[in-house]
């Protein structure tokens, strides 16, 4: 774990001395209360990207002295995950300022005009995340869709790694568990993480692949802690259970999801940390059959 | 010669319709919502009719059977897999089944199938298993090979697999009584187990009695163990407690409000923290592995009582409690109800910081700037 966090640091400092943009500077731009704001002509879920520009070609030299500087410290980031052992830990995500928050996307089904649900995200009183909003099942009137009513917060996509400002992805193959942290209303959400089974960014043949699993909470003002292991994240595509199975490849993490679903009317879910957790005790791969008894 | 059906005439549903002979779907169910509204009779007169007047070769009853899917819910039917039956029981059998092998690969019955899928879909909204009688209805409807089939397979897979993942299990006919509710949900909140419930209603406590007439009477489910009450007893007298609420509390798809007792947690510095847990680990971090040994002795610097599991970061929680309506003077009633086994509550200052469920909510609403990227 000590090596662990000296190359993380040592990695976001490189960054800030490039004077890259970081992942929390990034998103800002907002108030306190981070908002789904979906813009009024319904552009769906990618409106943070900017199309390529003359300035980008102003942050090739930073790129280049980032990469330079990655390759040299290369033995040291390779270390970041070689020496795990039970119980060893890290958080993925710790909630516990208002610039954490900042990074998070909300997107609901009002984004591309599907429905009428609305998600906020913001500090609590006691400086925790704070996911709330109002779920509505309303179907717009359009002829087309059948059944609305969804409210989403996805993690940002790991910037570190590579340079020139390339996306990379999470590594999690030194865990096996996911551990949270909240304190619910009573309802099930759901957690999914966007794995990639090979393509890369950029490929759109397993864009909409997902492992989900339901977090359940019983209400009430005590903290809960929920200890889901991987192997039970089933694959589903477009919402859709899948009848042939695959485990999890927990090098190719691009997301993780938190979303409310099914029913109507307001919810809040308060989240302190999401974490990952190593338990030798458990050695399933995956929860589901992988046989296949067709001809 | 006609078949018996069409011998019988369809009973008057609609005058002003009576000539043309037929009705379509949705007249057949506005009629029938005027004659007996929206109840399980109604619908299944819905359905005799439409098979008499649809006579030998059932005209429509695919539109007629998309209607009546979508119906279900508006007739609180759709947690009943009875009516799916009876509706699904409008597919004329063997009339669909692929003469040859061929044909089954290529999606026999397109529109029938779908309206046979949706039937279906229907049912895993609602969270309900398909059993063997549904399986034996496709089979002589659609075949064993059909989509309608697979779609059958795949429900009673997956769903049995995760019909019992849930650790706190929600009644899946959430009982209509408002207490038996309450009391569920208070049940499913309280992580202590020695928990006893409370209920106090108009027939106990004259106070809840409603004042006018016409009106509901009032009640109180209040939760609370014999450890919390022991924190109520050592409460110091000079440090105020709080009655917190509402909130929202979900009991399957049955919503509900709740208020809390708490105090303040206890302070930093006292007897209760040793040290800080963050500065804990940060010291733990700031020594090398290098430099670290087994013969390193560790410093006891305070004996820390443990921690009861109602001292919660931000707060104690002394009970928890649902009731009928949301006013201060229940909640007052709540108060002097709990200081008969609380006689210390007496002696402490009680500050109610109440406000609407929907309070964040509606701040967060009104800050927002429509339109625009965020």
């Known amino acids: 774990m000590q090596l662990l966090k000296t190359s993380r640091n040592i990695l976001q400092k490189i960054t800030k001395r490039s004077s ?39 942050k090739i030299p930073v790129y280049l ?33 208002a610039e954490k928050l900042k990074a998070w996307i909300l997107t609901t089904d009002m984004d591309n005009k599907e429905g009428f649900s609305k998600a906020y995200l913001s500090l609590s009183k006691s400086g925790k995340a704070l996911f709330y909003g109002n779920l509505s099942t309303k179907v717009p009137e359009d002829g087309r869709v059948k059944k609305a009513g969804y409210c989403n917060m996805r993690s940002p996509i790991n910037k570190y790694g590579y340079g020139y400002g390339k996306e990379n992805y999470y590594n999690w193959t030194a865990f096996n568990h996911i551990v949270m942290r909240f304190r619910g209303d009573g309802r099930a959400y ?50 859709r259970i899948q009848d042939r199975q695959e485990p999890l490849r927990k090098d190719f993490v691009k997301t993780f999801n938190i979303g409310a679903v099914v029913d109507d009317g307001p919810f809040h879910l308060e989240i302190d940390y999401i974490a990952l957790l190593r338990d030798d005790n458990h050695d399933e791969v995956t929860a589901y059959e992988m046989y296949d008894l067709r001809m | 010669m006609p078949p018996d059906v069409l011998k019988k005439k369809p009973p008057k549903l609609a005058s002003t319709l009576e000539d043309r002979g037929y009705l379509l779907s949705d007249e057949i169910f506005s009629a029938v919502e005027n004659m007996k509204g929206k ?52 597919f004329p059998e063997k009339e669909y089944i692929p003469p040859t092998r061929m044909m089954e690969e290529f999606y026999h ?24 009688e549904i399986r034996d ?42 207490i038996e509710l309450a009391k569920a949900a208070l049940r499913r909140m309280s992580f202590d187990i ?43 007298t000079d440090k105020p407690v709080y009655v917190e609420g509402r909130h929202y509390v979900y009991l399957g798809s049955a919503r509900m409000t709740y208020h809390v007792l708490r105090t303040d947690p206890p302070q930093e510095g006292s007897e209760f923290y040793g ?41 104690t929680i002394l009970s928890m409690c649902i009731t009928g309506s949301p006013s201060q003077n229940t909640l007052v009633t709540w108060l002097r109800c709990l200081q008969d086994t609380n006689p210390n509550l007496e002696n402490v200052a009680v500050v109610f910081k109440l406000q609407e469920p929907d309070a964040i909510l509606n701040y967060a609403e009104n800050h927002v700037k429509e339109g625009g990227p965020s």
Do not use: C
Request: charged share 30%; glycine share 4%; hydrophobic share 30%.
């Open chain 2, 137 to 178: 209805m496709i089979k002589d409807r659609f075949s064993e090979n059909s989509e309608v089939m697979y779609k059958f397979q795949r429900m009673v897979y997956w769903m049995s697999k995760f019909a019992n993942a849930n650790p706190w299990p929600v009644p899946y006919h959430p009982p209509d009584d408002r």
């Open chain 1, 20 to 58: 890259l943009p970081s992942v929390t500077q990034v998103a800002n731009a907002g108030g306190n209360i981070i908002i789904h704001n979906p813009s009024a002509r319904g552009e769906g879920y990618h409106r943070d990207k900017e199309p390529f520009s003359r300035k980008d070609l102003e």
């Open chain 2, 194 to 236: 020695n928990t006893k419930i409370d209920v106090w209603t108009a027939e106990n406590v004259e106070d809840l009695k409603a004042e006018d007439e016409g009106e509901e009477d009032d009640f109180i489910v209040s939760a609370q163990s014999p450890e919390q009450q022991d924190l109520i007893a050592t409460h110091p």
């Open chain 2, 275 to 315: 040290i800080a847990p963050d500065e804990k680990e940060e010291e733990f971090w700031s020594d090398d592995f290098d430099s670290w040994n087994f013969f390193a002795a560790e410093e006891q610097t305070a004996i820390v009582p443990e921690k009861s599991i109602h001292e919660q970061e931000d707060g």
């Open chain 2, 39 to 90: 109840t399980e009779d109604g619908f299944t007169l819905a359905i005799e009719h439409y098979k008499r007047q649809s006579g030998k070769y059932r005209r429509g009853h695919i539109e007629f059977i998309d209607t009546a899917t979508k119906k279900l819910k508006d007739y609180n039917l759709h947690q009943d897999i009875k009516m799916y039956k009876r509706v699904f029981s409008l």
């Open chain 1, 65 to 97: 002295e980032e990469k330079s500087e990655l390759y040299r410290r290369r033995f040291l980031y390779q270390d970041d995950y070689t020496f795990p052992f039970h119980r060893s830990y890290d958080y993925f995500w710790k909630f516990n300022s």
């Open chain 2, 109 to 132: 019955m397109p529109r029938h199938q779908d309206a046979a899928i949706q039937i279906l879909q229907e049912m895993e909204d609602n969270g309900l298993i398909p059993d063997s």
């Open chain 1, 190 to 239: 759901y957690l999914s993480i966007a794995s990639d089974n090979g393509p890369g960014f950029g490929s759109d043949l397993f864009s909409s692949d997902l492992y989900s699993y339901p977090l359940f909470t019983r209400g009430g003002p005590y903290w809960q802690i929920a200890k889901i292991p991987f192997s039970k994240f089933y694959l589903n595509t477009y919402g």
